[in-house]
Structures are given as C-alpha cells and as structure tokens.
C-alpha cells in the first residue's frame, strides 16, 4: 500500500470519526434542550394570545384546548390552523383564531382574533404584515402613534350582526370602521378580514367548543 493511500484512508477515517463524535453531542444537545425550546415557543404563543385575550378571562389550560382546522379559505388561511377553546368553570368563554387578510397593500396580514362566547370581538392582533412603515403600519398597535385608543381596538365588541353585516367596512365604502387617510388597502384588508372571522366563528360556535376529537 504506498503512502498517498494510506494518507488517503488515514484522513477519511478521522473524518469519519469527527462526524460521528460531532451527530452524537448535537443529539445529546438536542435532547438536552428540546423541552426548554419547546417551553419557550409555548410561552411566546401564550404571550400573544394574552394580548387579544387576558389570561384573567378563563381557567383551563389554553394551549392544550384546541380543535384543529383544514385550510380554511374564508379565515384566509391556506394551510391548517388551530382554534384555542377558552372556558371558565368549564363554560366557553372565547374562540382565539389564527386569520389572514390576503389583501394588504404589500400582501399577506396575519392576525389573531378572539371571539367571545357571545359573539363579539374580545381583542384583534396582527400577527404578521409587510405595510409601508410610517403609514400601513399603524394597524400594529405596537407601531400605532396612538397609545390610549389604537386603531386596532376599535373591533372590539363588534359582533357579526353589530354593526350590520354589510358594515363590516372602512367608513370610505359605507362601513363603520375608521381607516387613515393614504392607507385606505391596510384598513380595508384587516377590517374586512376581521368580520369574516367573527362571522365564522359565529356560525361554527357550538362545533368548536364541542369537545376536540383527538
């Protein structure tokens, strides 16, 4: 065996061992940390939701109260989704849903809404958007220079039949909803978004506080 083979075998042995040592301590990382990502992803989701639907509204474990959903066009959702059941004393309380206005001015707007047992809005989030900063942004209460009354708030206590179904608008097509002025598409999409969420989880209550089947 001449010396270029034996150099040749020497090295890919080393590297084999290397990449055998190397998969071994990412498996042993990755087993030792999977339960505190998986904790911490489970505390991000929570913080959200507490954002459209405070934790002092409901005492079953929120996270494992869910009913799953296929796509769902009239939420604007093309993949599947979770609805997360909120119930006190084990009566329903709130629907937290996952929805999409496909209409922004720069595309996609996620969102997540919360709908009481009684129909109305309880709290409105955008999740995910790509609007003009300094403009289409103020639908984000985090970016909306109005603190005390953000633009987004003003869904709440709307239900699907108040105002009218037909009023689930901007003021500039006959609606209810304020919108500002060089930024009309953002408000549309979201309002327009948000009272198709409401009406479906109106019309589907009793189905999705029924108890999940999994």
Do not use: C
Not at 49 to 75: G, R
Not at 113 to 118: E, L, N, Q, R, S
Not at 144 to 159: L, S, V
């Amino acid at each position: 065996m001449n010396n270029a083979l034996k150099m040749s075998l020497r090295t890919s042995g080393m590297l084999l061992v290397f990449t055998l040592a190397f998969t071994g301590f990412m498996a042993v990382v990755f087993d030792a940390t999977k339960s505190e990502i998986a904790a911490s992803a489970q505390a991000e989701k929570l913080k959200l939701i507490s954002e459209v639907l405070p934790h002092e509204h409901y005492d079953n474990v929120l996270l494992e109260d869910f009913t799953a959903l296929p796509p769902t066009p009239e939420l604007g959702l093309a993949s599947e989704s979770r609805v997360y059941r909120a119930r006190r004393g084990g009566q329903p309380v709130a629907l937290v849903l996952e929805a999409a206005a496909p209409d922004g001015y720069s595309g996609r707007i996620g969102l997540l809404v919360a709908v009481g047992a009684d129909g109305k809005v309880m709290g409105v989030r955008v999740t995910e958007h790509k609007e003009t900063p300094g403009l289409g942004d103020y639908i984000d209460p985090k970016k909306d220079k109005n603190k005390t009354r953000p633009w987004i708030t003003q869904f709440n206590d709307h239900g699907a039949d108040t105002p009218p179904g037909a009023a689930w608008r901007v003021k500039k097509d006959g609606g209810e909803f304020d919108y500002m002025t060089g930024a009309t598409i953002s408000a549309r999409a979201v309002t327009e978004a948000v009272g198709r969420a409401v009406k479906f989880a109106d019309r589907e209550r009793d189905a999705l506080f029924a108890p999940a089947q999994r």
